[in-house]
């Protein structure tokens, strides 16, 4: 019950959220912050466009929301894998341990230090 509850809530809280990215365009709404880093320094961090990235591809925006930040496209499945992986623990523990891999972590780690680099070198 407390499991169903809790499954409940965060696709609640998904659901809000995409509504609010589908109607709201970062680049022009208050309601989302903008980037410190990017602030601060002027460099853009490995995350910066991803607001904007995900108001694009909720307005079926594809192209768009690769430009706003193309590391989006391999990180959200990459992730929604290891999510579902902890769901299915449990179930199959070998499939948690295959995308928990140190090997893949650092490898992922190392593809988003190379991302940040070139985006800021090449102007991404």
């Keep these: 019950m407390r499991r169903t509850l809790v499954v409940l809530l ?18 022009s709404s208050p309601l989302f912050p903008q980037c410190g880093l990017l602030t601060l320094t002027g460099y853009k961090c490995p995350g910066c466009g991803s607001q ?9 925006d594809v192209v768009a929301a690769f430009k706003h930040n193309a590391m989006l496209f391999i990180a959200a499945p990459w992730l929604l894998l290891c999510l579902y992986a902890e769901t299915q623990r449990k179930r199959n523990p070998r499939r948690y341990a295959q995308l928990h891999s140190s090997t893949l ?11 940040w680099l070139l985006r800021n070198i090449f102007n991404w």
């Excluded at 965060?10 to 680049?27: H, N, Q």
């Excluded at 904007?52 to 079926?60: E, P």
């Design 105 to 115: 972590i650092w490898f992922f780690l190392a593809m988003v230090l190379i991302w």
């Design 10 to 27: 965060a696709i609640a809280v998904i659901l809000v959220f995409g509504v609010i990215y589908y109607a709201l365009d970062p680049t």
């Design 52 to 60: 904007r990235a995900i108001h694009a591809l909720l307005n079926g």
